[in-house]
């Protein structure tokens, strides 16, 4: 592509605050970021996004995945879910289990969420997905497919020069569920969140993140005793008023969750220790819900408590499901509500004083909380999400329609798993990891042009050399993108660094006089003297 006839320009500056990669995916003139935050792709990004891609289906390819296309029809960002129309395909199709295991991909339909993008193309709002289904015969083949799956999504992005992916526990959003992970590309610059155990190497959704609890005091249950608490509405408030740590109390949240299939909806009374939070995603799990919702007033009232002085003790049982973080079930002795205005009871226990019924892991880990393997401190981690897995239960609600002929001659249901691949969010990743501080840097396995002609000249050898080279390294199969532009040098000089193919090629009547054309090595900066009959061959050598 000539650059005068190109449908894209390169910037000086970028207002705004974006993160470095994505100032100079802009500045380049790989895309432009619209009012709403989603990005618009000029040439180059194209270019860019589907080299990326044909690295990502030569390793599907590899491992024997085919391409299917699908209508559109129910997709959302972000955590992949089983189409229906996938579903009917592979009723229709498969019938043995000798055509299993199954593994597919395609491209969904562009995915557009409401939150605006506020670091480029790391937290765009638009999603261009490749979609990879897996369909196996057996829990258990399922299950070291779908690992073996995630080991070779991690090999891929390391391939291509990002730093080593965390994979991160996820939800799933359904009961049918039997794995859900998150691939997070480490990035200071990344919007997402991870707590990390670097000893263990695990990584968790904060939501979802595991901790290790502290010993509770090991003391004797005292009598349950009521006392008069005017004011005290917050923990803040019961614990400056009693003069205890938060650590002594039991903090009641009320949720209304609607239950799967079918079944009626319920209050939900969720305790954690006063000095923790409450984490929605862990509660839904663990009483299987199928959402949640902060609870009304009334509701709250009609199961016989008082907002703000709330607890289990003495609701009506029949009425609510009681879930108590497994701390809140060990720990003696706290001070809890009353179900009355300005009253708290001291010395509240789990068991004596009301019945749980469900204990769980339901508390956010707090900050630097001890891992849950090897005790040691978490932290948190900026990344970027570029990737979403889940594996669904062949009991469940999918697996159910798609069934085959066992090798005993049984009809079985098949299982499915499924991974997806935010193709503009890796685009970001890479902008981050493969720039300097002249421009993008990018490696010849993921560059939109193999090579940059820089032209210096406007007349007589300069053209005649440039223009043949261009068509010389077009014809064995290169991308060239060919500067031919009435511009000056350091001009020429600095878009070539910034847009950053891998090989610049400069054709200068100084290099022509002494019998050749300089080709410089863009990652290095190492130039070469090369006749230039012997530039094809030089090129194709440096790219390997």
């Known amino acids: 592509m000539r650059m005068s006839e190109l449908f894209s320009t ?3 500056n970028v207002s705004g605050q974006l993160p470095p990669g994505q100032q100079l995916l802009v500045r380049a003139g790989y895309v432009r970021l619209m009012g709403s935050g989603v990005p618009a792709e000029l040439p180059p990004g194209v270019r860019l996004r589907e080299a990326v891609v044909r690295r990502l289906i030569g390793g599907l390819l590899e491992a024997g995945a085919q391409a299917i296309s699908l209508p559109p029809g129910g997709e959302r960002p972000g955590m992949p879910t089983l189409p229906d129309a996938l579903v009917d395909l592979v009723r229709q199709e498969v019938r043995t289990y000798r055509q299993l295991p199954l593994a597919l991909y395609r491209f969904p339909p562009p995915l557009l969420q409401e939150e605006n993008g506020r670091a480029g193309l790391l937290d765009a709002p638009l999603t261009r997905a490749l979609d990879v289904y897996h369909v196996d015969a057996s829990g258990q083949e399922a299950e070291a497919r779908y690992r073996t799956r995630l080991a070779h999504l991690c090999s891929l992005f390391a391939q291509m020069g990002l ?7 996820d939800d799933g959003d359904a009961p049918d ?4 992970h998150s691939l997070a590309v480490p990035l200071a610059a ?7 155990c670097a000893p263990c190497g695990r990584a968790f959704l904060p939501a979802l993140a595991p901790f290790r609890r502290p010993e509770p005091s090991d003391e004797p249950r005292r009598p349950l005793e009521k006392v008069s608490t005017p004011g005290t509405n917050t923990i803040r408030s019961l614990t400056a008023y ?3 740590p938060a650590s002594r109390t039991a903090k009641v949240v009320f949720y209304a969750a609607q239950r799967p299939h079918g079944q009626r909806g319920v209050l939900v009374v969720a305790l954690v220790r006063g000095d923790m939070e409450v984490s929605e995603v862990k509660l839904r799990r663990a009483i299987n819900a199928w959402a949640l919702r902060p609870a009304e007033v009334p509701e709250i009232m009609a199961a016989g408590a008082v907002p703000g002085f709330a607890s289990p003790v003495g609701l009506q049982s029949d009425r609510v499901v009681v879930v108590v973080d497994e701390l809140v079930a060990r720990s003696p002795n706290l001070v809890a509500g009353a179900n009355e205005p300005d009253a708290h009871y001291l010395n509240v226990n789990a068991g004596r004083d009301y019945r749980p019924d469900v204990v769980a892991d339901i508390a956010l880990a707090p900050p630097e909380a001890p891992c849950p393997s ?3 401190p978490m932290t948190t981690v900026s990344t970027v999400i570029v990737g979403w897995a889940i594996g669904l239960d062949s009991e469940g609600i999918w697996g159910q329609k798609v069934a085959f002929t066992s090798a005993e001659g049984l009809r079985q249901p098949a299982w499915f798993s499924l991974f997806r691949l935010d193709t503009i969010r890796l685009v970001g990743a890479l902008a981050e990891v493969h720039h300097d501080e002249q421009g993008l840097c990018w490696p010849p396995a993921l560059a939109p042009y193999d090579v940059h002609i820089v032209r210096l000249g406007k007349a007589g050898e300069p053209v005649e050399v440039a223009d043949r080279l261009y068509a010389q390294l077009r014809a064995v199969g290169l991308a060239v993108l060919y500067d031919d532009r009435d511009l000056g040098a350091g001009a020429k000089f600095t878009d070539a660094d910034l847009i950053g193919a891998p090989l610049q090629v400069t054709v200068a009547p100084r290099a022509l006089r002494q019998g050749g054309v300089e080709v ?3 990652a290095t900066g190492a130039r070469h003297l090369v006749a230039p009959d012997g530039v094809v061959e030089a090129v194709r050598a440096r790219l390997g």
């Open 374 to 376: 090897c005790g040691a």
């Open 10 to 12: 390169t910037r000086r």
């Open 190 to 196: 990344g919007p997402d969140r991870l707590i990390h």
């Open 242 to 244: 009693l003069g205890i």
């Open 163 to 169: 730093p080593s992916p965390l994979v991160a526990d």
């Open 520 to 522: 410089k090595v863009r």
């Open 177 to 180: 569920v039997w794995a859900a």
